[in-house]
């Protein structure tokens, strides 16, 4: 064992340039941090660009400078599609060859009456939509009738949204584990069902920190099985935990946002494990990408990258600190769906003293083969690792 402890942190949809199969996915010339860049005029981040970010790949006019205090590369996504689950199962040593199935023009007829029956409340809704502008349509009607709001997005996901001034929090969860067992049925099946509260009035809705996720299990175990198996703490902060639906995650930390994902990752670095402590900062995609907003996109890759100070200071000579992400989300691309890109790659420890380029890796699980030779344990036989490359 090289490392004791190795933290992976997922800037959720920071992806960096399209993937060479990007238009197969509508999603040709996507760029999530180019484009956040050229929109944002003066836009920077210092600690990351110390780190080699700008040496990684052309983002807009930045200039690489410098020695990076990191390793760094790229990362390819293997798998076919562009989602959180299937980008956070190739991180962690999978391969997902089929598809989550979407339902753009909304779910069947049949799938809802029988979630209706279930729950005793009708279902208004069903289409794809953005989690804001569903409140701003139907919140007010959903006050009203008591109604489930039900959507969807590109994404294999099934949304189900109530004001907790209306429907407790509690029955909001059993109908998402109804609709849980109902999307189980291949000819329902949607990759996680997702709790979505919210409260205020009419003009002033506002999602709260009670999201869940019902995902479904990975099809077969994963590197985080694989230390737990092997005795060693697997920590998840965010919805990691939702992600994996529990599976080898010995420890979780649910976050609130982005800055708390950061201070519970920070608290969690502070205290005694040995093992794997996996982080997703899902502010990015939520708040800012499926959105479209790159300027607030800008501000949160801003308060990150202030934060990155912290981080290393947090990461001892036995510790492997790698920032990474899951898929992209350009902010100026049509739509509101996920982007198919490269995801950076920054591999940091104080006890590199050449931190390496680290190339263009085929495939995400590179990740996953670098944790299983650090901890001399069983991998899922895939990807690379690049650990004999961190000098």
Known sequence: ????????????????????????????????????????????????????????????DWTPEGKPLAAYGKMAEASVGKDTMT?????????????????????????????????????????????????????????????????????????????????????????????????????????????RPYIGQPGAFTRTSGRHDYAVSPPEPTILDRLAEGGYDVWSVGKINDIFSGHGITESMPTKSNEDGINKTLDAMSRPFQGLLFTNLVDFDSLYGHRRDP???AGALAAFDRKLPELAAATGEEDLLIVTADHGNDPTHTGTDHTREYVPLLVYSPSLRQPAALGTRSTFADVAATIADNFGIAGTGRGTSFLDELK
């Open 1 to 60: 064992m090289r490392f004791k402890r190795i933290t992976v942190i997922v800037l959720d949809s920071v992806g960096i340039g399209a993937l060479p199969d990007s238009a197969d996915f509508g999603d040709e010339g996507t760029h999530t941090l180019g484009s956040i860049a050229a929109s944002n005029p003066g836009f920077d981040l210092p600690r990351l660009r110390e780190w080699g970010l700008a040496h990684i790949a052309p983002i807009h």
């Open 87 to 195: 980008g956070h199962w190739e991180l962690a040593g999978l391969r997902i060859d089929v598809p989550f199935q979407t339902f753009p023009d909304g779910f069947p007829a049949e799938l809802l009456t029988r979630f209706e029956e279930q729950t005793g409340r009708p279902v208004i809704g069903n289409k794809p939509a953005s989690g804001t502008e569903i409140l701003d349509e139907l919140g007010a009607r959903q006050m009203e009738t008591g109604a489930w709001i039900v959507y969807t997005s590109a994404d294999s996901v099934l949304q189900i949204a109530a004001h907790e001034d209306v429907i407790p929090l509690e029955e909001l969860y059993r109908a998402c584990e109804i609709a849980r067992e109902l999307t189980m049925e291949p000819r329902f099946a949607v990759g996680r069902v997702i709790a």
């Open 295 to 297: 300027a607030g996109y």
